[in-house]
T-cell receptor, first 114, second 115 residues
Framework: EADIYQTPRYLVIGTGKKITLECSQT?????MYWYQQDPGMELHLIHYSYGVNSTEKGDLSSESTVSRIRTEHFPLTLESARPSHTSQYLC?????????????FGSGTRLTVV | QKEVEQNSGPLSVPEGAIASLNCTYS??????FFWYRQYSGKSPELIMSIYSNGDKEDGRFTAQLNKASQYVSLLIRDSQPSDSATYLCAALLMYSGGGADGLTFGKGTHLIIQP
């Protein structure tokens, strides 16, 4: 049973459209992350948050933005989608204390921009 | 620049044998290391973590860490066909203030267990 939910699971959208990828978790985790993963490639951190009103950019430059208004919700928005944004987007969460690397991942959103 | 390097494989191992997966990292400041398993089309799931030099065992899995050589490995004993997956090595860099950003992942090693 998933404790972190991502919607939609698959999305095909036209160039220039604004899209929001949803991520919600029910575990009360303070830390949340967005990773981008292309087939056969490593996960790249694009955004993370340590709690409400906290957001930071990750290692991979991204044209997306995030918000963290509620602990359980960490949506990612692309204002104007382009074909280069085609990828798998994975949301994860972890506790604020502890090992720091025990992530629970959502099922992912596979985005295709045509 | 933080980097985690893995041989992408595929690594083919007979059922019942020991599978050995290796990983090197570039940042000496990295303090914690993790192995995630990712089945095709699925999300990664944590299987092992290690923080100190030496070995850590959990069931059929053993993680090994050598910070001097910047080397992490994962051994899977009595390999089963259900172990066939991509194994991702990840490192966490802790900053002096106690904070950390997210895990840095390698590309993963594709493991195939042959029945």
């Amino acid at each position: 049973e998933a404790d972190i939910y991502q919607t939609p699971r698959y999305l095909v959208i036209g160039t220039g459209k604004k899209i929001t990828l949803e991520c919600s978790q029910t575990m009360g985790h303070d830390k949340m992350y967005w990773y981008q993963q292309d087939p056969g490639m490593e996960l790249h951190l694009i955004h993370y948050s340590y709690g409400v009103n906290s957001t930071e950019k990750g290692d991979l430059s991204s044209e997306s933005t995030v918000s963290r208004i509620r602990t359980e919700h960490f949506p990612l928005t692309l204002e104007s989608a382009r074909p280069s944004h085609t990828s798998q987007y994975l949301c994860a969460s972890s506790e604020l204390i502890g090992t720091g690397g025990d992530y629970t991942f959502g099922s992912g959103t596979r985005l295709t921009v045509v | 620049q933080k980097e985690v390097e893995q041989n992408s494989g595929p690594l083919s191992v007979p059922e019942g044998a020991i599978a050995s997966l290796n990983c090197t990292y570039s940042d000496r400041g990295s303090q914690s290391f993790f192995w995630y398993r990712q089945y095709s089309g699925k999300s990664p799931e944590l299987i092992m973590s290690i923080y100190s030099n030496g070995d850590k065992e959990d069931g059929r899995f053993t993680a090994q860490l050598n910070k001097a050589s910047q080397y992490v490995s994962l051994l899977i004993r009595d390999s089963q066909p259900s172990d066939s997956a991509t194994y991702l090595c990840a490192a966490l860099l802790m900053y002096s203030g106690g904070g950390a950003d997210g895990l840095t992942f390698g590309k993963g090693t594709h493991l195939i267990i042959q029945p």
